[in-house]
Each structure stands twice: as structure tokens, then as C-alpha cells.
Nanobody, 124 residues
């Protein structure tokens, strides 16, 4: 049993920055990778970023590469998404997720666990 709790969402002006967090109740063989998805109103949920607990390697969607940084604090079982140079197109509910690997996180299989989501709104 793994629970994921997001926090840190809010309202930010375009060009600004925001850091959101995801606290995992535990790490297991089924949660070796953590990541973020987002869903804007009327759109499908899309992959944003992922990170592995052990090595810390990361993968980013092309739309956020160079602007967003995913990191983790293993001692706190917490993953962070630092979002810089935000645009209104980044407005969405951001969901934390966990999977056995980064490949399964962003691949067809998808994550095994989901958080409740945190709202990020970017104003122009």
C-alpha cells in the first residue's frame, strides 16, 4: 500500500516559478520511479517528468524540458517539481505518480499509483 500526497500548488504569474512536492508513504519495488503528470481542463492527462529513487536520473516531456526540474529527497520520501518560466499553458492539475521504472511511468503501462492532484494556475 502506497499513498502519494501532493502539495505546493497555487497561483503564479507568467514567467514566475513554483515548486510542488509529492510525499510518498513508502518506497517499494513497484515505486522505484516517481513522476508527475498534468491535466488541463478539457484535455487528456499528459506526462511531465519522472525520476528514479536510487540513481536520480530524470526524463522530461519536451514541452517542459529546460524549464522544469524534478528532484528527490530519499530521506523524506519526497519528490519535487521545480517549475520555472511558467506560462498559462502550464495551467493544470498536477498529479504525482509512482511506477516500477521511468520506462513504465511514461510508457503504455502507465503509473501504478496516483496522488490526488494539486492545482497550478499561471496567469498572464
Amino acid at each position: 500500500q502506497v499513498s502519494l500526497v501532493e502539495s505546493g500548488g497555487g497561483l503564479v504569474q507568467a514567467g514566475g516559478s513554483l515548486r510542488i512536492s509529492c510525499a510518498a508513504s513508502r518506497r517499494t519495488l513497484n515505486t522505484l520511479a516517481m513522476g508527475w503528470f498534468r491535466q488541463a481542463p478539457g484535455k487528456d492527462r499528459e506526462f511531465v517528468a519522472a525520476i528514479s529513487w536510487i540513481v536520480g536520473n530524470t526524463v522530461y516531456a519536451e514541452s517542459v524540458k529546460g524549464r522544469f526540474t524534478c528532484s528527490r529527497d530519499n530521506a523524506k520520501n519526497t519528490v519535487y517539481l521545480q517549475m520555472n518560466n511558467l506560462t498559462p499553458e502550464d495551467t493544470a492539475v498536477y498529479y504525482c505518480a509512482a511506477a516500477p521504472s521511468i520506462a513504465t511511468m511514461s510508457g503504455h503501462d502507465g503509473p501504478d499509483y496516483w496522488g490526488q492532484g494539486t492545482q497550478v494556475t499561471v496567469s498572464s
